[in-house]
């Protein structure tokens, strides 16, 4: 213990000036507990991504536009349908289809496709024919490897493929997100075709 008054003062301001940086750095660790729970409700977008499901973007996707994302290492295409296409699909009578599904049993809203974006024949990669696929005035999806057709629904038209683009669960969040996939559904080879086989999400 110091003896003299000025070593006694020197103490004293060290020791306070220990507790005050203490106290802060406290407080600090205070803080930064209390914003783990705020910090984890504004990015969900990781705890989805674990439970192999993903948000996707949809804001400003155009009529007649095609946006390709990753999902499980698969392409997922997202295609915003115009009138036309719609209006063009729906003119095909299911019956004359070798996998027959109407609109309603291939998408939530008419004017959105969500598809495994990979030819049911082989698993090449169709490319996207908004003026028509070969030999015909459906637009859709065109597989160059052995001539596939599809129409904007994802539906076989023609070619080697046995059945039509296979789909994916999705939801509807609003109107710049999707939320698509779930916990356990594997994607492409679940082999759905149809909407109403999907699992809930
Ligand atoms: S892989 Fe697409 S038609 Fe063969």
Known sequence: MPENPEEKNKSLITRRSFITKATAAIGLVGVGF???????SMSPTKDLLAAGVLEADISGIKEGELRTIIWRK???FILKRTPEMIQKAAAIDPKNLSDPATTEQRTIT???LVTIGICTHLGCVPKFRPEGVPDSDQPGFYCPCHGGKYDSLGRR??????ENLHLVPYRIQDETKLIIGTETFPGYGANIRTIEKLPKI
């Open 110 to 112: 008419p004017d959105l």
């Open 74 to 76: 698969q392409p997922v």
């Open 34 to 40: 209390a914003a783990v729970p705020f910090i984890r």
């Open 157 to 162: 038209l023609g070619g080697p493929p046995p």
